[in-house]
């Protein structure tokens, strides 16, 4: 096998000496062969790690730096994986540049990081095919980046790359694996007024208000068990403002690094959220309320139905359903025309909020029907008491626009009881309406049972 010549200082100079002069026909002593023992010993002094693998991966040579970095001699690392010692995260990488790198001179160069006995090393790897060592086989040369790395991130050498951070309208902190801020960004004084040499040194739960604080303890659990940059956490809490009891809602992501040997913990960045939060406020409230009276919808009533049918299971609370329906909204809208129903359809809006708690819940179930919801009552007779209370403010005339109008309703209402479930309590209030209609409108009717088989008569 013919090596390339390499420079070799002839034997004897020193210093400042001159060259020795060469005569006529003789060699050039800066151009010797070096043997393969040569060779093999400069490799091996090397300070960068150089490995020679098969292709399958298997480790077939490597020199002193290689032995030194992974505290493992040659003969215990013969045929072991190369691959067992890269990180999960930076496998599929490696995998792929080994695959193509067998038609390239040398192959591109790629950080990754590589597990040894003193934990996680980022590394350069350049890889170059040696097909005349034995086909497929591979030679790699790593250089160790960790020191130089985390020197460049301590001291903030990457110009740009910190201007662009603390520029930037994302707030960026390295928190440690116990959650502790190592460092922010400038946007964490910008948005919100920290000084980030008080927050530095802190927990990251005393940036966020009480309530949120299991949220972020939670987010920083689920991080600890993965969290790559394409998959991070994420949660949404509200960070406190110096100075002030006010709270901004932001989208916190964390990307767990911890294995990373220059990072050693969670990136975590945070944007506001505000004009997020409140048009999801916004589209939440239309979708559970009526867009005419305001009052929540058959949805909302349901729901909260369904919650304080729950709570009076748990406590034995008394809880009540009342259904009522205007008894000539039609007879409105066809003298009047539809605006001016829809005027007394506010104002029955209007009168159900002035006559019950603000506990309890109205709402507007569609059409001509609303709906009431009572808890935590003392008598059933105060639900007697409501009902009454509301048919009398209903008979008061009322003025809508030009126009006095008189708009009566019947009520139907029904009492929980254990077994019960929201459709029955709905259904028993609704029969009750319709005895109260029957009976000449303009008056309430407890739900009983002979209601049911005369609504199946009916039908």
């Not at 009052?295 to 009522?324: K, P, V, Y």
């Amino acid at each position: 096998m013919r090596h390339p010549y390499l420079l070799k200082l002839p034997v004897g100079m020193v210093d400042d000496q001159p060259m020795p002069q060469r005569g006529p026909g003789d060699p050039d002593p800066l151009m010797e062969p070096l043997s393969d023992q040569d060779l093999v010993r400069l490799v091996s002094e090397l300070p960068d790690v150089v490995i020679v693998v098969d292709v399958h991966g298997r480790v077939l040579w490597g020199n002193g730096a290689a032995e030194r970095l992974f505290e493992r001699t040659l003969g215990d690392s013969f045929g072991m994986s190369g691959l067992d010692l890269v990180h999960p995260e930076d496998l599929e990488l490696v995998m792929l540049s080994l695959a193509t790198i067998q038609n390239k001179e040398v192959g591109t160069p790629l950080e990754i990081r590589l597990t040894t006995p003193n934990g996680w090393r980022l590394m350069e790897l350049v890889g170059a095919p040696v097909a005349w060592l034995e086909e497929g086989s591979i030679l790699l040369s790593l250089r160790d980046l960790t020191d130089r790395r985390r020197y460049e991130f301590a001291h903030g050498r990457d110009d740009r790359f910190r201007a662009l951070v603390q520029s930037a309208a994302v707030i960026t902190m390295l928190v440690s694996p116990a959650g502790v801020v190592e460092s922010s960004s400038g946007a964490l004084t910008r948005m919100l007024g920290h000084d980030p040499e008080v927050v530095e040194g802190r927990p990251l739960v005393e940036l966020v208000t009480d309530n949120d604080r299991p949220a972020v303890e939670t987010a920083l659990e689920r991080a600890s068990q993965g969290a790559a940059a394409a998959n991070p956490v994420t949660v949404t809490v509200s960070l406190l403002r110096q100075g002030s009891i006010t709270s901004v809602p932001f989208e916190l992501a964390f990307v767990n690094l911890i294995d990373d040997p220059t990072v050693g913990g969670y990136v975590v960045s945070g944007h506001d959220v505000t004009d997020r939060k409140r048009l999801e406020e916004q589209l939440s409230y239309q979708a559970f309320h009526d867009s005419l009276t305001g009052l929540g919808n058959r949805a909302l009533f349901q729901d909260r139905l369904a919650h304080a049918l729950e709570r009076s299971g748990r406590t034995d609370g008394r809880l009540a359903t009342l259904f009522l329906d205007m008894d000539n909204l039609k007879v409105v809208n066809d003298s009047f025309g539809h605006a001016v129903g829809d005027a007394l359809l506010q104002a029955m809006a209007a009168i159900l909020l002035g006559c019950i708690r603000k506990v309890d819940t109205a709402a507007r179930l569609g059409g001509d029907e609303f709906g009431v919801i009572v808890e935590d009552f003392s008598r059933q007779d105060e639900v007697f008491t409501l009902a009454e209370r509301i048919l009398e403010a209903c008979r008061q005339p009322m003025t809508l626009g030009p126009n006095s109008i008189t708009a009566t309703v019947s009520i139907g209402f029904t009492f929980s009881k254990p077994g019960i479930t929201v459709d029955e309590l709905l259904c028993n209030a609704d029969r009750a309406m319709y005895a109260a209609k029957d009976h000449g409108k303009d008056r309430y009717a407890e739900f009983e049972e002979w209601m049911v088989a005369t609504a199946q008569t009916a039908r």
